[in-house]
């Protein structure tokens, strides 16, 4: 699957995937992984990533993935 971090989710990004941070990489995960399990592949520490997309679609933490998914991460806003 390809993974692009957004915000501050972005200092995750492996230091293998090469590219710059903001430049989507590809991440292996099992089939049924879910995104919750993704972001603590990527050292994601719990309750960081406040919204995530796969194939352009809003979907909750638990959304299980399959191989080709075009994951988005996003942390929580900041702002006032």
């Known amino acids: 699957m390809t993974v692009k971090l957004y915000g501050t989710l972005r200092r995750y990004r492996p230091e293998a995937a090469g590219g710059a941070p903001h430049h989507p990489f590809s991440v292996s995960m099992p089939d049924g992984a879910t995104l919750a399990q993704l972001a603590a592949h990527l050292g994601v520490p719990e309750g960081l990533v406040n919204a995530a997309a796969v194939n352009g679609q809003a979907v909750e ?20």
């Open 61 to 80: 933490s638990e959304t299980p993935l399959q191989d080709g998914d075009e994951v988005g991460l996003f942390p929580p806003a900041a702002g006032g």
